[in-house]
């Protein structure tokens, strides 16, 4: 079946550590996003990518970095720079833009 | 002022009830329109998806885009106990980065 898959489900970090987390689709779609979801504020765009090679930054990319060699993945990389890491990060796919989003189960990030 | 405001509720309706959720956005430029349902501890579905204005009806769900006012509507009949879920709303003007709702939450009582 296609989707998306993030890993891990649960992720646990030092305070100074960087982390990485993992997004994978088999859907072929062109365009990831990465977003941050905490209680009470809606989904807030951290990077997006539209094509292999390219991203940019949404409006939270402070502390995080993203690579897109492959269509398939898109990891997120939550650096020591991020001040407050601790959310629910969700990973989406769109076939083009403009459509709707295929989210991923989401990865709980927490810092210790 | 936020792109975007929902009411986070909590909302509560009897099984069967007709369930209204709305969202108002500021930008008139806004064309892009969907609504999503999130069940706890999992990412968002799709449910409802329109372009520029009008209605789209699907099964017991009916989305509805009012331009004039900025205010976006998704309308569900005959709630079932399973329709308990946190809504979102996500508005764009450009398809490339949506702004999303704080969501609502639902609970449909047997």
């Known amino acids: 079946d296609g989707g998306i898959t993030q890993s891990p489900k649960y992720l646990f970090r030092k305070e100074g550590q960087n982390v990485t987390l993992s997004c994978e689709q088999n859907?072929?779609?062109?365009?990831m996003y990465w977003y941050r979801q905490d209680p009470g504020q809606g989904l807030r765009l951290i990077y997006y990518?539209?094509?292999?090679?390219?991203?940019q930054k949404g409006d939270i990319a402070e502390g995080y970095s993203v690579s897109r060699e492959k269509k398939e993945s898109f990891p997120l990389t939550v650096t020591s720079a991020q001040k407050n890491p601790t959310a629910f990060y969700l990973c989406?796919?769109?076939?083009?833009?403009?459509?709707?989003?295929?989210f991923g189960s989401g990865t709980r990030l927490t810092v210790v | 002022q936020k792109e975007v405001e929902q009411d986070p509720g909590p909302l509560s309706v009897p099984e069967g009830a007709i369930v209204s959720l709305n969202c108002t956005y500021s930008?008139?430029?806004?064309?892009?329109f969907m609504w999503y349902r999130q069940y706890s501890r999992k990412g968002p579905e799709l449910l409802m998806y329109?372009?520029?204005?009008g209605n789209k009806e699907d099964g017991r769900f009916t989305a509805q885009v009012d331009k004039s006012s900025k205010y976006i509507s998704l309308f569900i009949r005959d709630s079932q106990p399973s329709d308990s879920a946190t809504y979102l709303c996500?508005?764009?003007?450009?398809?490339?980065?949506?702004?999303f709702g704080t969501g609502t939450s639902l609970t449909v009582i047997p």
């Open positions: 996500a508005i764009s003007n450009t398809g490339n980065q949506f702004y």
């Open positions: 990518s539209q094509i292999v090679n390219d991203f």
């Open positions: 859907l072929n779609h062109d365009a």
């Open positions: 930008n008139s430029a806004f064309q892009y």
């Open positions: 989406a796919s769109s076939i083009v833009q403009g459509e709707g989003y295929t």
């Open positions: 329109t372009y520029s204005s």
